[in-house]
DNA sequence: TGACGCTGAGTTTTT
DNA sequence: CTCAGCGTCA
C-alpha cells in the first residue's frame, strides 16, 4: 500500500511536492503530522533518498517522540536507518558535539537551562554592584540578543542609551563565563552552530551533504536564530518542507517569529504553498466558531477550516456567579456528561489562561472525587534534590563547570565556610583555573587552614576518581555508588519536612538515575551508541523518556494552561475564565498584543473534537478582595446563533429556547452594551 | 544554619 | 489573598 492512499489531494500535494521549497500552511487538525510522517516515507521509498539524508525538526521532545513512532509505522526495519528526527535544540547538540573543537568547547561540556543562566546573570549583576530586581527583563534580553544573532560585540556597538550599553556589557560578561565554564545555555545550542556555519563554510558543507532534505514542524514557533539555521543547511535549492499555522503561534512573547512564514516567500522566490484546510478532528459548529473567532485577526495567507463530521452538539456559554461556582460546575458537568457519553475521565480537559486558575478547580475535583493530571506543575528538574544530583553528573564530566561546584560543594555538608570558598575563588580566578583544579593546587596552604585545605583535596580527589570511573567502568553503578557515597539519603531526611516527603524526593534521585540507565539501555538495543554525557545532556533537554507516556495511561481529567493544550485533542473540552482581564489578559490588553490572546482562544477551541463548553465567572477574587467581571470579548466574536448561553440573567431560559438573532441582542443588553 | 517576618508581585514557558 | 524570596537575628 502506497504511503499516498490515505492521504486528501492537498495532503498528496504538499507530500509530492519534493524539488523546491514548500510551505505547508496546516490548520488545526489538518493532518499535518500524517503529512511530515508520510513526506518522509516518501522520500525514502519513491525518491531515492536514504534515511541517513533527511532530518525533521520539531520543538518539544514529545512532537518528536510521536513522529519516530508514526515514522517508524510506515516504513520497515532498516528503512530509517540514520534518520534524524529530533527537536531543533537536539540538533543543534548533535552538530556541537560533532564539531567540538570548531566550535571553541572541550568534550563533556555543560548545559544551563533557564534557571541556571537566570543565576549566573544574577551573579554578574551582583559582582557589579548592579540591582538584580531587571533580571528577568535581562536574561530576555540576553536571550534576544542569542536569537537575533547578536554577538556581545554587536550589542555593545548597537546600544544606543545608556541602559543598553548595561544590558550588552552584562552579555559580554555572561557569555565570557559560560565560556570559561566550558557550557552553554538553551539558546547557545541553535546559536553556537549557526555561527559556527557561518564562519566555517567546509563545515557547513559537510552538513549539507549530511542533511539533504529538511523538514520543520510548527514552523511559526521559530525564531530568527532557528531560520537562519534552518536557510543554512537547507541551502540555495531549498530542499525543505515547513508546516505551520499562523493562527496557533502562542509565543511570540518567547521570541517566535511569525513573521518566518512571510519572510519565506522573499526569501524562496520559488516557494510553493500548500494549504491543508480540511479539519478531521471537530465538528461543523466548533470550526466554524474557530473560524469566526480567528476571522478577527489579521492574515497574510488566508485559510478556512472545514469538516465533513456534521454540526454537532452547540456550544454552550456558562457564566456563574463566583469563581467558586464555575468550578463546581464543571466538576459536576464533567461526572453528568460523563454518564450521558459514556466518556472516561481522560476524555475531559478543562483549560485555563494562568496556572493559578487550576487551583480553584483541582479543589472542586478532588471534592467529588474525580481523578485529575495537572499538566506543568513544578517541573521535575526544578526539584533541589534532581539539580543536585545533575550538578554533581555536570561537575564529573566538565570540571569547569564552577556553578555545578558550588552548588554541590556542601550538599550534604562538608563543612567549608564562606570563607573558604572565597579564598578558594581568589585563588582560582588568579591563576586562572577552575574551582575543582583549585583545590588540587599546592598554594592553597598559604590561604588557609590546613583542615579546610584537607577537605578541598579529599573532594577534589573523590571527584576525579568519579571521573575516572564513570569513563572507564561502567558510569551508572559508579552513580549509585556515589549517592550511596553521599549518603544523600540521610541528608534529604534532614532536610526534608517530613520522612514522607524525603523519601519522595529520594524516589526522584532513583527515577534520575534509572531513566539515564534506560536511556542508555535503549539506545544500545537499538544499536545506536549513547554516551554517559550524551544521556545527561538529553536529561537538561528534558528528553526523559517514558515518564509521560505511563502517566497519560491513567484515565484522568487533563488540567492545563491553554499554552500547553496546543497540539492536543479531546472529546470535552471545557475552557474557563472567559473574562475580560483574564482572556485577554490585562497584560495583553495593555500591551496591545490581543491578536496573541485570540489565537490562544482559537487554539484552545479547535482542541475539542464534540463538546465545548466556554464558562465565567461574574465575579472573581482578586489580591484579596471580589471584583465584578465582564465577559471576554471573544464570547461576542463567536458565531451567537450556536451559542447555548446559561446563567445571563433572568431572561436565560428564554433565550436557551429561542437560540436565534435574538440572542446577540440579548447578550448585549444583559451586559448593558 | 535555620527560623521568622517583611516586601512585593501576581501570564503564558516547547528547550 | 498567598507565596516566594530575601534579609535579619538568634
Request: proline share 3%.
Amino acid at each position: 500500500m502506497s504511503v499516498l492512499s490515505q492521504l486528501n489531494p492537498r495532503q498528496k500535494e504538499a507530500v509530492k511536492h519534493i524539488d523546491g521549497p514548500l510551505l505547508v500552511l496546516a490548520g488545526a487538525g489538518s493532518g499535518k503530522t500524517s503529512v511530515i510522517t508520510r513526506k518522509i516515507a516518501y522520500l525514502i521509498q519513491s525518491c531515492g533518498y536514504s534515511a541517513r539524508h533527511i532530518a525533521a525538526v520539531t520543538f518539544t521532545n514529545k512532537a518528536a517522540k510521536e513522529m519516530k513512532e508514526r515514522v517508524g509505522q510506515l516504513l520497515q526495519g532498516d528503512q530509517s536507518r540514520g534518520l534524524i528526527v529530533s527537536t531543533f535544540h537536539n540538533l543543534g547538540l548533535n552538530i556541537i558535539r560533532k564539531e567540538l573543537k570548531t566550535a571553541g568547547y572541550k568534550s563533556g561540556f555543560s548545559i544551563f537551562d533557564g534557571t541556571d543562566s537566570r543565576a549566573l546573570l544574577k551573579e554578574i549583576l551582583h559582582k557589579n554592584d548592579l540591582d538584580d530586581d531587571q533580571l528577568d527583563l535581562i536574561q530576555q534580553q540576553v536571550s534576544q540578543f542569542k536569537n537575533d544573532l547578536k554577538t556581545p560585540s554587536d550589542a555593545l556597538s548597537m546600544a544606543q542609551s545608556e541602559g543598553e550599553q548595561r544590558i550588552a556589557i552584562i552579555y559580554e560578561h555572561y557569555q565570557k563565563y559560560l565560556k570559561a565554564y566550558n557550557a552553554v545555555d538553551f539558546d547557545d545550542l541553535i546559536l553556537v552552530p549557526t555561527l559556527l556555519f557561518r564562519q566555517h563554510p567546509e563545515v557547513l558543507e559537510k552538513w549539507r551533504n549530511r542533511i539533504r532534505y529538511l523538514l520543520v514542524d510548527e514552523y511559526q514557533d521559530t525564531n530568527g536564530c532557528q531560520y537562519e539555521l534552518v536557510k543554512l543547511l537547507v541551502g540555495k535549492f531549498g530542499r525543505f518542507t515547513v508546516v505551520g499555522d499562523d493562527d496557533q503561534s502562542i509565543y511570540a512573547w518567547r521570541g517566535a517569529r511569525p513573521e518566518n512564514l512571510v519572510q519565506l516567500n522573499e526569501d524562496y522566490p520559488n516557494l510553493q504553498v500548500v494549504k491543508l484546510e480540511q479539519n478531521y478532528r471537530s465538528t461543523g459548529l466548533i470550526l466554524k466558531a474557530a473560524n469566526q473567532v480567528i476571522a478577527n485577526n489579521d492574515h497574510i495567507y488566508e485559510k478556512a477550516l472545514w469538516s465533513d463530521m456534521g454540526f454537532g452538539d452547540p456550544i454552550r456559554v456558562i457564566k456563574c456567579k463566583t469563581e467558586e461556582v464555575e468550578a463546581e460546575r464543571i466538576a459536576t458537568e464533567i461526572i453528568d456528561q460523563k454518564l450521558k457519553s459514556n466518556a472516561q475521565f481522560l476524555d475531559f480537559a478543562v483549560l485555563f489562561r494562568g496556572n493559578h486558575q487550576a487551583r480553584l478547580i483541582e479543589m472542586k475535583l478532588q471534592q467529588f472525587q474525580i481523578p485529575y493530571k495537572l499538566s506543568g506543575s513544578t517541573s521535575f528538574f526544578s526539584r533541589n534534590e534532581i539539580k543536585d544530583i545533575m550538578s554533581y553528573l555536570k561537575l564529573i564530566m566538565n570540571p569547569d563547570d564552577d556553578t555545578a561546584f558550588l552548588r554541590i560543594i556542601n550538599v550534604p555538608r562538608r563543612q567549608l565556610g564562606a570563607q573558604t570558598l572565597e579564598k578558594l575563588a581568589g585563588y582560582a580566578q588568579e591563576r586562572g583555573v577552575n574551582l575543582l583544579g583549585a583545590c588540587a593546587e599546592m598554594g592553597l596552604e598559604t590561604l588557609m587552614p590546613p583542615q579546610a585545605v584537607d577537605k578541598l583535596r579529599r573532594f577534589h580527589h573523590w571527584i576525579e576518581g568519579l571521573t575516572r570511573r564513570c569513563a572507564e567502568e561502567d558510569p551508572i553503578a559508579t552513580i549509585k555508588e556515589m549517592i550511596n557515597d553521599l549518603d544523600y539519603e540521610a541528608w534529604l531526611h534532614q532536610n526534608s519536612n517530613t520522612p514522607s516527603q524525603a523519601e519522595r524526593r529520594m524516589k526522584n534521585v532513583w527515577y534520575l538515575v534509572d531513566s539515564i540507565e534506560k536511556m542508555i539501555n535503549q539506545a544500545e538495543e537499538k544499536g545506536d551508541e549513547l554516551s554517559f554525557d550524551d544521556a545527561v545532556a538529553r536529561l537538561v533537554l528534558r528528553d526523559l523518556l517514558e515518564r509521560q507516556a505511563e502517566e497519560e495511561e491513567l484515565d484522568q481529567v487533563q488540567l492545563m494552561t491553554l499554552h500547553a493544550s496546543k497540539g492536543l485533542e479531546f472529546p470535552h473540552v471545557y475552557i474557563m475564565g472567559l473574562e475580560e482581564d483574564l482572556l485577554p489578559h490585562r497584560n495583553s490588553i495593555d500591551a496591545d498584543t490581543i491578536e496573541e490572546e485570540r489565537r490562544l482562544m482559537y487554539v484552545g477551541i479547535t482542541r475539542a473534537k464534540r463538546h465545548l463548553t466556554l464558562t465565567l465567572a461574574g465575579k472573581r477574587r482578586q489580591y484579596g478582595e471580589d471584583q465584578e467581571t465582564s465577559p471576554s470579548r471573544f464570547i461576542e466574536e463567536l458565531p451567537q446563533d450556536d451559542l447555548q448561553y446559561e446563567g445571563f440573567g433572568q431572561a436565560s431560559v428564554e433565550q436557551q429556547k429561542e437560540r436565534g438573532s435574538a440572542a446577540i441582542a440579548g447578550l448585549k443588553n444583559m451586559m448593558n452594551i
